[in-house]
């Protein structure tokens, strides 16, 4: 049974930095897909990056893309999502997200995965 741990939360100030953490337990070779998504109460669930584990391959959502940096420690089996430059629209909980099989840079619904996180409140402040 795949599981999946958020962290790394917090509030900041725009402009600031702030690194998620997701720690993943169960994790077999079929789980090739890790993504992060984001959800505030008055929008659906983002995708806002996906990180193909097989060939190491990020995917970055365009309105974060010169922002947001994804990436695994594969030893730690601990996927990351580095913020910078935060701006207030970016306050969100944040999930972490996997799914068994095929390339991630297509799989940008949420329906699409099978496997999620609590989730990690990010609020920035303006």
């Known amino acids: 049974q795949v599981q999946l741990v958020e962290s790394g939360g917090g509030s900041v100030q725009a402009g600031g930095s702030l690194r998620l953490s997701c720690g993943a337990s169960?994790?077999?070779?079929?789980?090739?897909?890790m993504a992060w998504f984001r959800q505030t109460p008055q929008k659906e669930r983002e995708w806002v990056a996906g990180?193909?584990?097989?060939?190491?391959?990020?995917y970055v959502a365009d309105s974060v893309k010169d922002r947001f940096t994804i990436s695994e420690d594969t030893a730690k089996n601990t996927l990351y999502l580095q913020m910078n430059s935060l701006k207030p629209e970016d306050t969100a909980v944040y999930y972490c997200?996997?799914?068994?099989?095929?390339?991630?840079?297509?799989?940008?619904?949420?329906?699409?995965?099978?496997?999620w996180g609590q989730g990690t409140q990010v609020t920035v402040s303006s």
């Open positions: 997200a996997a799914d068994e099989g095929g390339t991630c840079q297509w799989r940008t619904r949420p329906d699409q995965y099978n496997y």
């Open positions: 169960g994790l077999t070779s079929n789980v090739l897909c």
């Open positions: 990180f193909y584990r097989f060939v190491r391959t990020t």
